[in-house]
């Protein structure tokens, strides 16, 4: 199924649960893959950018695309989700440091950086939850 297509299942994300719903296709990647997806002030999905990475075990963050996305949806928070195909969901000093960077460039535009899942088929991991954000 096509991300648009199970992005449309959700109208809202209302909890880490929802989230960890929406991003669960990602633990089956063999590769890296992030995923963002744009919220309304009432937590209704905006849109979504996927990202791949090409390798199994780094990703290269495109602050500046999920920026330029937070402004053209006119967002008010923004969901990352990552996935380890390792299947070790513990957050990575690299994973830590990207959210910390996210966070910081999105947050002077007035969008907050909800919750970084990291996805594996054994589980999701929320920074939110472990105190990260």
Known sequence: MAWSEFLSQF????????????FAPLAEEEVEVAAFVYLAEDQRVLGMREVRSESRETFDLPIRAVVADALRFDARGVVMAHNHPSGDSTPSAADREATRLLARALDPLGVRLIDHLVVTRHGVTSFRTLGLL
């Open 11 to 22: 109208r809202r994300i209302a909890d880490a649960q929802a989230a960890g719903a929406l």
